[in-house]
């Protein structure tokens, strides 16, 4: 019994045994299991640390080198250190770290806070910027290691400073445009604005932030009527138009849409431009434009009349003859012209004085206008010579009233009661389309019927004088050589080479007077230098009032020529130091006469003479030498005005210094509507601001 339990207790241990090496087999296996898992899962923790940019490593409590990856070693090796470190410390493995490296470690194993530090340094010459993260690995809330990241940050640094750099520049930029600029969403809210737009409304670019532009500048509730930011965002076009504000200024305004990839609006830029002394200015080039022609109008009736008599002058005739004849060709009228001269005038201006002559061409012009009808035009062509164009009138009847002329001349008495003195006259009429010049030869155009007048005229004075002669006269006498071709065509050469010296002549002449305006300087530097500057700012005003291109030669030429008279004027008083007495004063003021009667023989300036002779003539009607105010004095002359005193103020006087160019433009601003133009006087004020 008790050997059959026996057997039974060693069968019970057996089975226990295989039991425990059951279990021990699978403990070896799950063992085994899990070392390969652990090995797998280092393999992939190392695969994935080695397979990182940055560089990483480990560090222990003792501040050992636990491990590292690839691009850690790559750096070591960069630095020329020893990459054998695994287990060293840390100031073993990197000599040049300082002490402050140690106590960051000793902050993250207290904290158990991630530190980010950014060093820059210098390897091999090259400037590198990194940023360190210290990471703290926890075990049962204790920090068991560090694992330390780092990471080259050279480019995004540098990158990022260069969009912060771009950014402010464009900020800066945008801030220093006149223009108002501002950026807004679909829904109209200002998103950013420039200084200029805020300072327009008096607040700081941020306020602007979230606030609606036509509720700051227009004081309205809703978006402008045709408000081109509005019309960009719904029409996904830029869009303009003027607006203006509930002050009266007024905006020039564009929209401009901000689309996506997908074209959509995103948003719109506006760009605004406060235009209110453009359009004053505008509206002052508007009133001073129509006053131009106002004045241009009076010019030219003033240029087109005769002082003396009243009547037209040859300037006239040579303007109306063209659309005269053009009319008589179109309509198959006749056109006459009767051109006289009084024999022997001079003689009466030596005998009696220019005085008594000026009386006789008076009484002259006022018989004329009593003989002819109301439609001719009577025309003072030369010193004691007259014309009549006779519109729609024959020869025959032209003829009949150049003979009333005649017997009026030869009847009347003309002079005083202390004088009387009669006349005889030669007269020529020539009519188109009855008269022929030539056998070969008709009359084609207006200046041919004038010139056919003067041979005429040339050959009645020829004749004896006191007659009326017509073109037959011209041609009767001569026989059948004296008409040949040759001496027409001699006659016609000798004609284009008078014409042709004369014109070189003049230009010559011109060329000298301006040639010789340069050499004041010699007499007087002040003038010299003052002339130049005059002519500059004086074109400048011409320009800014938009005249045409020719009224601005004409401005240019006057300033040049503005104190030629100077010439006749003692140097004693030109440089003279003390004030004027009235005496001298008195020649100094004679200078734009004398300027006047130096150009007065060159026909091609006569039209610089209104603004030479009246440069010192003032608004308000003090000035010299005729006293003329207002628009009185032409345009050129009240450009040449202003420039020539304000160049004068700010030059060294022999009587005083310099005024400096801010007390010359006070000077200037207080003198308008006194001696300048005001609206002449605001667009110089422009210009010198």
């Known amino acids: 019994m008790k050997l059959k339990e026996k057997k039974i207790n060693i069968f019970s241990v057996l089975n226990v045994l295989r039991e425990r090496v059951h279990d021990l087999n699978l403990i070896h296996s ?325 005085v008594f002559g000026d009386l006789i061409l008076r009484q002259i012009a006022r018989q004329l206008k009593k003989i002819v009808r109301s439609y001719d035009i009577v025309v003072r062509s030369g010193g004691e010579e007259f014309a009549v164009l006779c519109p729609a009138t024959s020869k025959s009847t032209s003829l009949n009233l150049a003979q009333r002329i005649l017997d009026m001349i030869n009847v009347y008495e003309f002079g005083s009661k202390k004088q009387k003195v009669k006349f005889a006259v030669s007269i020529a009429v020539i009519s188109y389309p009855d008269d022929r010049i030539f056998s070969n030869s008709m009359i084609v155009e207006g200046k041919d019927l004038i010139n056919s007048g003067y041979k005429i005229l040339s050959k009645t004075k020829e004749s004896g004088g006191n007659r009326v002669f017509s073109c037959e006269s011209l041609t009767s006498g001569k026989n059948a050589d004296s008409g040949s071709a040759q001496e027409t065509e001699n006659t016609n050469l000798l004609k284009e080479k008078l014409e042709r010296l004369t014109k070189q002549a003049n230009q010559s002449l011109i060329e000298s007077v301006f040639a010789f305006a340069r050499t004041i300087e010699l007499k007087d530097h002040y003038t010299g230098e003052h002339v130049e500057k005059t002519v500059q700012y004086a074109v400048s005003i011409a320009q800014a009032l938009i005249l045409p291109s020719e009224e601005v030669e004409r401005v240019r030429q006057a300033a040049i020529l503005h104190d030629l008279g100077k010439i006749g004027i003692s140097e004693k008083i030109l440089r003279k130091t003390s004030t004027l007495t009235k005496k001298e004063y008195d020649i100094i003021k004679k200078h734009p006469q004398i300027g006047v009667d130096i150009i007065r023989p060159i026909h091609a300036l006569h039209d610089l003479i209104p603004y030479i002779l009246y440069h010192h003539e003032r608004w308000n009607g003090k000035g010299y030498p005729y006293g003329l105010k207002g628009e009185d004095i032409p345009l050129g002359a009240r450009i040449v005005a202003i420039a020539d005193v304000y160049q004068a103020l700010i030059s060294n006087r022999p009587y005083r210094a310099a005024y400096s160019d801010h007390e010359a433009m006070d000077i200037i601003d207080k003198c308008s509507g006194y001696d300048f133009d005001p609206e002449i006087t605001k667009v110089f004020l422009d210009i010198l601001k």
């Open 30 to 354: 799950r063992q085994k299991e899990i070392e390969s898992a652990l090995r797998y899962s280092e393999e992939q923790y190392r695969v994935t640390l080695d397979s990182m940019a940055d560089a990483i490593h480990v560090v222990g409590p003792d501040l050992s080198i636990i491990l590292f990856n690839k691009t850690f070693k790559k750096w070591m090796r960069i630095l020329g250190l020893n990459t054998d470190i695994v287990g060293k410390n840390i100031y073993q493995a990197f000599p040049f770290l300082t002490e402050e490296v140690a106590k960051e470690y000793e902050q993250v194993f207290t904290t158990s806070e991630v530190l980010t530090t950014v060093e820059t340094n210098r390897i091999k010459d090259t400037e590198i910027i990194t940023e360190t993260r210290k990471i703290p690995v926890l075990k049962d809330g204790r920090v068991i290691r560090v694992v330390t990241v780092i990471k080259d940050i050279t480019e995004s640094k540098r990158t990022k400073e260069k969009l912060v750099e771009s950014e402010r520049e464009k900020k800066l930029v945008l801030n220093s445009i006149c223009e108002h600029i501002i950026y807004h969403s679909p829904s109209m809210q200002m998103i950013w604005a420039n200084k200029a737009a805020a300072d327009s409304v008096g607040l700081q670019p941020e306020d602007l932030t979230g606030k609606y532009c036509y509720k700051i500048w227009h004081g309205r509730e809703e978006a402008c009527l045709n408000c081109p930011v509005v019309r960009a965002r719904d029409t996904g076009l830029a869009q303009e138009h003027e607006i203006a504000s509930p002050d009266g200024r007024v905006w020039f305004i564009k929209g401009y849409p901000v689309k996506n990839s997908k074209g959509q609006v995103t948003g719109m830029v506006e760009t605004t431009l406060e235009i209110t002394k453009r359009k004053n200015v505008e509206d002052s080039l508007d009133r001073l434009n129509r006053a131009l022609l106002k004045s241009n109008e009076r010019m030219r009736k003033l240029i087109m009349k005769d002082a003396l008599t009243n009547l037209y002058n040859l300037k006239y005739l040579h303007e109306i003859i063209e659309p005269e004849f053009s009319r008589a060709a179109r309509l198959n009228q006749p056109l006459s012209l009767i051109i006289f001269d009084i024999d022997y005038f001079k003689s009466i201006n030596e005998v009696y004085g220019h």
